[in-house]
């Protein structure tokens, strides 16, 4: 007689405590049989219960202790499971291996302190990005655009870029990663290797920058001027009118169009509190005329 057999002999009153103990004996499988079968009458059975529901019941208790050695979990507890492991593998991830960003967009400047304490200024249209998760110990950050860095001493803080890697103990400067490197020393002393592999040192008052790409001989600098954009005000000597209109769009998140192929440079300063100055102060120089149409500059 197989277990279902035994439970609907039961179920019927024809099997008695003695005749159950002769048919459980010596079989291992159900050794829980008994226990369930002796132990229904705590199940609080209707007196109404038909004979399905009683069996129903039973079988569904039966099966739950015949599991109780070996756990079989259904698929949709296995697939809850594995989700919620992939969803602490992927905030792992996120928390320690994808980098913090900190974008400054066009028409912006903003500021940021890093996990050390090192503060970091960002000009318009630029973007850092570092890993949070050991910050403190290995600082290293990434630079797209034009940055004023005033690093905390401790250990060494590398900032790299397209163009090259700046390395520091404590120090401020400033870090230009745009159409090549500039560097430039405010205090302490910084160590710039350009990407072609040659590396300079600068001291407080120096700075370099790649031309041709590789970097020239240290050279003071105008302590007034260089890093003046963190004040909102842009000076150029002898600048390209492209390198000067391209700072303008950055700076005002406008598009200018600008189609004359002579190469033209320009000497002057603008700044960025005020788009119509700006614009007068670039184009009134330079004999040319100009009219808005929008976020876009047409100039004639």
């Not at 050991?134 to 900032?159: C, H, I, M, P, W």
């Not at 710039?192 to 700075?207: F, I, P």
Request: charged share 30%.
């Amino acid at each position: 007689m197989d277990q279902e057999d035994i439970i609907r002999e039961w179920i019927a009153g024809r099997l008695s405590t003695e005749e159950l103990d002769e048919k459980i004996k010596d079989r291992e499988e159900l050794e829980s049989l008994k226990k369930i079968i002796l132990g229904s009458k705590n199940l609080g059975v209707r007196e109404k219960r038909t004979k399905a529901e009683a069996w129903d019941l039973l079988a569904s208790q039966i099966e739950e202790k015949d599991h109780s050695k070996v756990v079989r979990l259904k698929p949709y507890v296995l697939i809850s499971i594995a989700a919620s492991l992939t969803l602490i593998v992927v905030a792992a991830y996120l928390i320690f291996m994808l980098p913090e960003t900190v974008n400054a967009p066009k028409g912006e400047h903003t500021s940021h302190i890093l996990p050390d304490g090192s503060q970091v200024w960002l000009n318009a249209d630029s973007k850092i990005s570092y890993r949070d998760f050991g910050q403190q110990e290995n600082r290293k950050v990434t630079l797209r655009g034009e940055a004023y860095f005033d690093v905390r001493e401790g250990g060494s803080f590398e900032v790299t870029g397209e163009y090259g890697t700046v390395r520091v103990l404590g120090t401020s400067f400033n870090v230009s990663q745009r159409e090549g490197l500039r560097v430039s020393c405010f205090r302490g002393s910084v160590e710039v290797t350009s990407s072609d592999g040659k590396t300079v040192r600068l001291k407080a008052g120096n700075t370099t920058l790649t031309k041709e790409h590789t970097l020239t001989t240290p050279a003071r600098f105008n302590a007034e001027k260089e890093a003046s954009w963190l004040t909102g005000d842009f000076y150029f000597d002898s600048a390209s009118f492209e390198q000067v209109l391209a700072e303008l769009e950055r700076q005002f998140n406008v598009d200018v169009i600008y189609d004359a192929k002579d190469p033209r440079t320009y000497t002057g300063y603008f700044n960025n509190r005020d788009l119509d100055e700006a614009l007068q102060l670039i184009f009134q120089p330079m004999s040319l005329s100009f009219r808005k149409d929008g976020s876009k500059i047409y100039v004639e």
